[in-house]
């Protein structure tokens, strides 16, 4: 048990308030709610950058991650898309769009985040099997950036697909 609260200790602070973030956003999208478009891709945003990291932190990619990474994001394109945001009504004076309520970002904020964290923390417990996980991080990165990929395109056609309202002031 030791083991553990030294884990959770010497993780970076910033860790716990992208955790506490997406929790929030996760916990908010169970609810229909109107949110400018802007703020509906802060959390797309967060993960494709943990998608794209392992590319910027490697000096010598081998072509092989880079079939994982690619492979990955092909693969989870389609549950994105399955599961991206419905759309009920759209403001374009304003910029506001109305999301239908859903478990399934809270589910998948937390998911990918457990997995990210989880990875980092077999990384940083186990530096000889670096190249089994260092395929399980691409997998896992490329998985994130297809994931948002379909949930972007999904979210593009349902915008296209709702007529636009006005808001007369």
Not at 132 to 144: E, K, N, Q, R, W
Request: hydrophobic content about 60%.
């Amino acid at each position: 048990m030791a083991g553990a609260f030294q884990i959770l200790a010497h993780t970076p602070v910033y860790v716990w308030f992208v955790l506490a973030y997406l929790v929030w956003q996760g916990v908010a999208a169970t609810r229909t709610r109107k949110r400018p478009l802007w703020r509906l891709l802060i959390v797309p945003l967060i993960f494709i950058l943990l998608g794209i990291w392992p590319l910027i932190g490697s000096l010598a990619l081998d072509i092989k991650l880079v079939a994982i990474w690619l492979g990955a994001i092909l693969l989870f394109a389609l549950p994105g898309i399955v599961t991206g945001p419905w759309v009920i009504a759209r403001d374009a004076s304003r910029r506001n769009v109305t999301i239908s309520g859903s478990i399934v970002p809270l589910v998948r904020n937390l998911t990918l985040f457990a997995l990210h964290y989880a990875l980092a923390v077999a990384l940083a417990l186990n530096p000889d099997g670096a190249q089994i996980l260092t395929m399980a991080g691409f997998a896992l990165s490329g998985g994130s950036i297809g994931y948002f990929a379909g949930w972007a395109f999904a979210l593009r056609r349902h915008l296209l697909d709702i007529p636009i309202t006005r808001h007369s002031a």
